[in-house]
T-cell receptor, first 114, second 115 residues
């Protein structure tokens, strides 16, 4: 069974600064997907970024980028130029390509301070 | 855009009541999921369905059942609600086939309180 670990329950950052959220996972699969989801106070889960394990290039979406280290089974999220609207719970998730389910980490509550 | 709706944002029920949580999606997705979200535990999968009338247990199915009579609707049933089922419940969907991007699309969640 896959496991996903987010070791930082809470983090804070000043507006306009950069912050990195950590995620590690454990799997015996070679092909899989990794995701970062954001859950703001409205509770709506929103996909932030997706990484396919067979792609060596790190995914980027505007101010959001990942550092995917397949051998180390690490998948961190970097948020640049943090904005107040980035305040949310962030979840890392692992998805098998052979199935449809996702396994989620415990979540990291990020607060962006003005 | 995928739209996933859940029947209630907030729900308060009494211990022992039978509770129905409904989820409807408009994107013709084959796969639908029910999770519960608790602080410090992330999202845990209760049940999922990969087709009409098909279901599979997730990681924490005890005390729950599901129904999928139509492709667009997936119901979570608490047969006899207990206080330890007080939680946030999230429904999600995912498509299959070529072009599927594997991510799941979520509803707005139902915060259930059992007293």
């Amino acid at each position: 069974a896959q496991t996903v670990t987010q070791s930082q329950p809470e983090m804070s950052v000043q507006e306009a600064e950069t912050v990195t959220l950590s995620c590690t996972y454990d799997t015996s699969e070679n092909n899989y997907y990794l995701f970062w989801y954001k859950q703001p106070p409205s509770r709506q889960m929103i996909l932030v970024i997706r990484q396919e394990a067979y792609k060596q290039q790190n995914a980027t979406e505007n101010r959001f980028s990942v550092n995917f280290q397949k051998a180390a089974k690490s998948f961190s999220l970097k948020i640049s130029d943090s904005q107040l609207g980035d305040t949310a719970m962030y979840f890392c998730a692992f998805g098998e390509t052979s199935g449809s389910r996702l396994t989620f980490g415990e979540g990291t509550q990020l607060t962006v301070n003005p | 855009d995928v739209k996933v709706t859940q029947s209630s944002r907030y729900l308060v029920k009494r211990t022992g009541e039978k509770v129905f949580l409904e989820c409807v999606q408009d994107m013709d997705h084959e796969n639908m999921f029910w999770y519960r979200q608790d602080p410090g535990l992330g999202l845990r999968l209760i049940y999922f369905s990969y087709d009409v009338k098909m279901k599979e247990k997730g990681d924490i199915p005890e005390g729950y059942s599901v129904s999928r009579e139509k492709k667009e609707r997936f119901s979570l049933i608490l047969e006899s609600a207990s206080t330890n089922q007080t939680s946030m419940y999230l429904c999600a969907t995912r498509g299959t086939g070529t072009g599927s991007s594997y991510e799941q699309y979520f509803g707005p969640g139902t915060r259930l309180t059992v007293t």
